[in-house]
């Protein structure tokens, strides 16, 4: 079982990046998938999950209106497009699975308090002001 982050990079403020999850070892399709970020010295914050029926998604005040989550079970992916950067954004980008068939509340319950079942290593964004 794995998950494994990319398309992190530096980006100047305002720019845009496109993040990719890509499970193995497993099908994403009956789980709800949500991405969080650490930035140094802060705590981890979720920022996004998506449903397994892609019917539902969350995200954190920071990043409404900013940031778009979507997943392609067919392909065993989940993506994150982050628009309007902020320096504020710069952080350890991660993606995490939870079983999904469960109330939507939950699960952002469970993104809020970072409990999820499977863990990415991470991906990078820096955002230059």
């Known amino acids: 079982v794995q998950l494994v982050e990319s398309g992190g990079g530096f980006v100047q403020a305002g720019g845009s990046l496109r993040l990719s999850c890509v499970a193995s070892?497993?099908?994403?399709?009956?789980?709800?998938i949500g991405w969080f970020r650490q930035a140094p010295g802060k705590e981890r914050e979720g920022v996004s999950c998506?449903?397994?029926?892609?019917?539902?998604?969350y995200y954190a005040d920071s990043v409404k209106g900013r940031f778009t989550i979507s997943r392609d079970n067919a392909k065993n992916t989940v993506y994150l497009q982050l628009n309007t950067l902020k320096p504020e954004d710069t952080g350890v980008y991660y993606c995490?699975?939870?079983?999904?068939?469960?109330?939507?509340?939950?699960?952002?319950?469970?993104?809020?308090?970072?409990?999820?079942?499977?863990w990415g290593q991470g991906t990078q964004v820096t955002v230059s002001s």
């Open positions: 995490a699975a939870v079983g999904g068939l469960r109330p939507w509340d939950t699960i952002v319950l469970l993104t809020t308090r970072g409990e999820y079942d499977y």
């Open positions: 070892g497993f099908t994403l399709d009956y789980y709800a």
């Open positions: 998506i449903s397994f029926s892609e019917s539902d998604t």
